[in-house]
């Protein structure tokens, strides 16, 4: 059981956790916590992101002129057990450097360092003084919430070197790494990612700098005169009589009818949409002779998919609500689950065409950073664009070739 503090002092902390809870240690190596409760973990990071740079422009042609270095750091829980000490020692001769001693010591050099300095520390203070407080459980006014320590470190480690994923070239290991992105969230989604099943198409997606720009490569072209609004229930979920009325008008008129757009959790309500019921509107019309691309804009809601027990299955009596595995809604940190039905619309994510997610929502990583999955990886062929200054002959295909930004940079946060 939670233990209780005898003096709370206007602390709101009034309970401890129990020792066996798991799933608020797991969470709480993750974050830097609300009083920065893990700094030193997180310095340790930093320190090492910024010392395995160092080492790496040191190593990139040594013989001009960087002296031998020593790089050693001791052992961080964010690491892994195979960093535990790591030393990157590199034999050179002491040459001239391209900034030598006598040029930092020179007064120009030192008093715009310092101004430098000042402007860091006054930008930071500011910062923390008028800046909402997301990391603090006081604070709920915003869908947003704290960043995880993994994301702030991959985010700050990949700015170091400023890679460009418009192309190979200019991104050889970021570019890899958006690929697998795209792919973890396919396969959080329930797309299929096997080429070699045929009964299936095979899912493919890219980053995005949000959620906008994934939903206007989705319906890319359309213009705002051409979408129509359908009424909402009185959960602000999209009320599927009044889009069945529309469909059957378009059918009746003879109007081709390009995509439905679920919302799944909407930014003023988090209302998931009847994904389940949209669907099933397009097999009826399909039926009559109209389709129609399913898309599912999901950037708040999409990561809340994670939360779904793998071995869950629709429409199956042992689901409960909420689910067995979780606690109830007490304690140090009170379980929240999924209600059942909600799970069953997230769940048929795997049905729609495509999903917008947005990573700096719900995936607790830093602005910008938003996504887009297809069902079916040809679709990212309706929206391409090259150009021979980027793309070279014989090289491998771009991702930077699909959707509607032309370069984007991919942090190694997800």
């Known amino acids: 059981m939670a233990q209780k503090n005898s003096k709370s002092n206007g602390n709101i902390y009034t309970t401890k956790p129990p020792e066996d809870d798991v799933s608020h240690q797991m969470i709480s190596s993750l974050f830097l916590g609300p009083h920065a409760e893990n700094f030193d973990y ?170 906008t720009v994934a939903n206007l490569e989705t319906i890319a072209g359309i213009g705002s005169e051409h979408v129509v609004g359908i009424a909402a229930d009185i959960e602000a979920r999209l009320d599927l009589e009044d889009l069945d009325r529309h469909l059957k008008a378009s059918l009746d008129n003879q109007q081709a009818v390009y995509a439905v757009v679920a919302i799944i959790g909407s930014t003023e309500e988090g209302a998931v949409d009847p994904l389940r019921g949209v669907l099933a509107l397009r097999e009826k019309y399909q039926t009559l002779g109209m389709s129609f691309v399913v898309h599912a804009d999901a950037a708040w809601g999409g990561y809340f998919a994670s939360m779904i027990p793998k071995d869950f299955k629709p429409n199956d009596p042992a689901n409960s609500d909420p689910p067995k595995q979780t606690g109830g809604g007490e304690g140090f940190v009170p379980d929240a689950s999924l209600r059942v039905e909600t799970q069953e619309e997230i769940y048929a994510l795997r049905h729609a065409d495509s999903i917008t997610v947005d990573p700096h929502k719900a995936g607790y990583i830093p602005y910008p950073a938003g996504g887009l999955c297809y069902r079916d990886e040809r679709m990212r062929f309706l929206i391409t664009w090259s150009s021979p200054y980027i793309s070279r002959a014989g090289t491998t295909e771009s991702i930077g070739i699909y959707g509607v930004e032309g370069r984007q940079v991919i942090f190694l946060t997800n």
């Open 42 to 211: 997180f310095k340790d990071n930093i320190i090492a992101v910024l010392e395995l740079t160092k080492a790496a422009r040191e190593n990139y042609f040594p013989e001009d002129g960087v002296s031998s270095s020593t790089v050693q750091f001791r052992h961080s829980p964010i690491l892994s057990s195979s960093m535990m000490c790591l030393k990157l020692t590199y034999k050179t001769q002491n040459l001239q450097s391209f900034i030598p001693d006598e040029v930092r010591a020179s007064t120009t050099f030192v008093k715009n360092s310092q101004k430098i300095s000042n402007a860091v520390q006054k930008a930071a203070e500011l910062l923390g003084k008028h800046s909402v407080p997301w990391w603090s459980p006081r604070y709920a006014a915003h869908m947003c919430m704290d960043m995880s320590m993994p994301s702030l470190l991959g985010y700050f480690m990949t700015m170091l070197y400023n890679p460009n994923n418009v192309s190979i070239e200019a991104s050889p290991f970021t570019m890899v790494a958006e690929i697998q992105a795209g792919q973890q969230l396919c396969d959080l989604f329930g797309y299929n990612l096997d080429e070699q099943r045929n009964d299936v198409p095979c899912g493919w997606g890219h980053i995005t700098c949000g959620g």
